[in-house]
């Protein structure tokens, strides 16, 4: 064996056809945010998505006839891809991934799609945008995956939802203990943000004692630095109890 021959190795995409793998169309088939969201980050670490390169022009040429040298292009298509990340709805840039050809026209018909696994997508978010990636952006029903479930992607472990976390509610509990008309909490799924936080608050209470209330937790909650491993975006929701 040659030693050109000995540096190939098997393209793990060879004969992709471009559609999307029929296990993520069963996830994106989900109505319902949470179930979607679970769906799709239960079976994308398995899948392969594409992401988008932008052609460069040509470099020209030097006056003995050789091209002139692509400075700065790069040649990881995740790490470009980042490069053409789109605004989040809270401004943070996410990185687009699409689960076909399709999607991706859809989004820029002028770029080329590159098959990669999700890992290295998740790992390119993480060091070059703001650590989410957005599934099929300019689709009618796109997909936001927040931070800590890139970082679960990047790193091979599980994502658990904040939703189903049975450690969470002891930690917010914790963490806004003796919050004036503050009665008790629970986790959702947020129809503004990824999770919603919704405190149940004294239905007697006066509107600027609830503000207040809400304030605070948001003041408290902003300095734990364990919910950043386990939250990516909050709403809270008051709910006045009896």
Known sequence: MSLAQDKLRPNPFAGDTGDIDPRLAEALDHDDFAPRLEAIIAVIADVRVLV???AHEHPGRTESGGVVAHGGMEKDPCTAAAMLAVEAPDGRAA???????????AWNPSARPVPVHTQN??????AEADGLLVLDPG???PMLLGRPAVNALATGET??????????PTILARALAGIDGLKGLQITP?????TAIVLAVDGSAPREQVSAALAEA???LAHIDELQHRLDSIELVPARTA
Do not use: N, Q, T, Y
């Open 159 to 168: 994502w658990r939802p904040p939703w189903k976390d049975d450690e969470l």
């Open 121 to 126: 997508a998740a790992i390119a978010a993480l």
């Open 218 to 220: 948001s003041r408290r």
């Open 52 to 54: 988008p390169v932008l």
């Open 95 to 105: 990185m687009p991934i699409f689960s076909s050809v399709a999607a991706l026209h």
């Open 190 to 194: 947020g129809r503004k943000a990824e």
């Open 139 to 141: 689709s009618d029903r």
